[in-house]
């Protein structure tokens, strides 16, 4: 079973306007961690954002903000103000346990943006 | 030179060849990975070494071969490989330690193929 569900294959945005990318996850560990990605057409994967399954309040990094919802295992990404560059694929990825390096990251399929001059 | 980065960033090879990925990273980081992302598949994590110990090997063919001398260099020797195999190789690399939040940085990749 797939541990982390992005639904939304590609998706066009209105530049300037707030774009939600979905993200599902499945996991029976109560510690976690959700990373959101970046991943541009030259390859690099950009790291964007950080939820942890304790933090209380929604991430937000810039014009990045986390939907956090806890009891649905659902971890959407907001880009508020969509801008040129931000047309990229962007992945979802969980990592089970609170430690930093040598647990694995999972990932998911990956959603793909276009922003629309 | 910062961050991590991969050389070669493009490679074709034949399958009788044998080639080797370089990753280097320049963050100070004790753990590294690679990665194999196929089209319209998930990244796969394919190996990782904390401290230049490996520990963990996701089932990966023989064929790729993993060598890691320092904890700053990451190799991945390819031999006798297959167009399946024709993929995009990342690296990356993070810092064994409390901080929960401290995550992976990734190459730029090598894109692969194989025919």
């Known amino acids: 079973a797939q541990k982390i569900t992005q639904t939304q294959p590609g998706m066009f945005v209105q530049e300037k306007e707030a774009v939600t990318l979905d993200c599902t996850y499945d996991t029976s560990d109560p510690s976690y961690g959700l990373f959101w990605y970046k991943q541009p057409s030259s390859g690099e994967m950009i790291f964007l954002i950080y939820q942890g399954s304790y933090d209380q309040q929604n991430a937000t990094e810039g014009r990045y903000s986390l939907n956090f919802q806890k009891a649905r295992k659902s971890a959407n990404l907001v880009i508020s103000a969509s801008q040129l560059g931000d047309s990229a694929m962007y992945f979802c990825?969980?990592?089970?346990?609170?430690?930093?390096?040598?647990?694995?990251?999972?990932f998911g399929g990956g959603t793909r943006v276009l922003v629309k001059p | 030179e910062t961050g991590v980065t991969q050389t070669p960033r493009h490679l074709v090879m034949g399958m009788t060849n044998k080639k080797s990925l370089k990753c280097e990273q320049h963050l100070g980081h004790n753990a590294m990975y690679w990665y194999k992302q196929s089209a319209k598949k998930p990244l796969e994590l394919m190996f990782v070494?904390?401290?230049?110990?490996?520990?963990e090997n996701n089932s990966v063919p023989s064929r790729f071969s993993p060598e890691c001398p320092n904890s700053s260099h990451l190799f991945l020797h390819l031999h006798t490989l297959q167009p399946e195999d024709s993929a995009l190789y990342l690296c990356?690399?993070?810092?064994?330690?409390?901080?929960?939040?401290?995550?992976?940085?990734f190459g730029p990749g090598t894109r692969l193929l194989v025919l």
């Open positions: 990825a969980m990592r089970e346990g609170l430690r930093a390096a040598g647990n694995k990251l999972t």
């Open positions: 990356a690399s993070s810092q064994e330690g409390p901080d929960p939040q401290e995550t992976q940085y």
């Open positions: 070494y904390n401290f230049k110990e490996q520990t």
